[in-house]
């Protein structure tokens, strides 16, 4: 595992997590006086756990790369973390349509429990669902304000998502393999940004 990890592509894989930082930051910003108390703190702990679980990742790639070591549960907190936390992220997002704190707290729970699970696939299983269905929320969202890009934002960012899926199950560990990965990866959170910067301009709407 690694065998194609380089100083430069190490760098290259904090691009896609900066950038969904600064999305996730700002759609907290926004959505701080929109969302239910409890949806909000899904919201909040989801995205922390994603940006945590990506920047594990790619502090491993540096350090792998670099001859320090190899902490694998630095890499292995990618899934770990990130199943669950887009999953919530998604999860609080349901509460721009359907605003219960009840309900959102119920949600917390429910998307949590996975957690203690040791398999890999029900991380990527939450990780498709969560991140996927959050990109669904924000494009309605979109198309609620009447911003037609937005939804095309978001499109792209889960057409690129599922792209990183394809690319893993054909990893082959190879240099090139990475810089097709981390591309891909890099335009899904780029779109993503994009979608939300989109968002963020259009300012808060009251739907009837």
């Not at 669950?84 to 917390?108: Q, R």
């Not at 669902?129 to 979109?142: I, R, S, T």
């Not at 057409?159 to 394809?166: E, I």
Request: include cysteine; aromatic fraction near 12%; glycine fraction near 12%.
């Amino acid at each position: 595992m690694g065998g194609g990890i380089t100083v430069a592509m190490a760098l290259v894989d904090c691009v896609p997590v900066a950038l969904f930082l600064v999305a996730a930051v700002i759609l907290q910003r926004d959505l701080y006086d929109r969302l239910p108390k409890g949806a909000y703190s899904l919201v909040a702990a989801g995205s922390i756990m994603a940006f945590l679980g990506g920047f594990m990742k790619a502090l491993w790639k540096l350090l792998y790369a670099t001859g320090v070591c190899d902490y694998v549960l630095l890499d292995h907190a990618l899934f770990t973390l990130q199943g669950p936390g887009f999953l919530l992220f998604f999860l609080g997002l349901t509460g721009l349509f359907w605003k219960g704190e009840k309900n959102a707290s119920s949600a917390l729970a429910a998307g949590a429990a996975p957690a203690a699970t040791t398999t890999s696939i029900p991380f990527i299983v939450m990780q498709v669902v969560g991140l996927g269905g959050a990109q669904v929320l924000l494009a309605v969202e979109g198309a609620r304000r009447g911003k037609r890009l937005v939804p095309v934002a978001f499109a792209l960012a889960f057409v690129f998502m599922l792209g990183m899926g394809y690319l893993g199950a054909k990893f082959d560990d190879s240099s090139s393999m990475h810089w097709v990965a981390q591309l891909t990866n890099t335009l899904s959170m780029a779109c993503f940004l994009w979608g939300t910067l989109m968002l963020h301009a259009a300012g808060p709407k009251e739907v009837k």
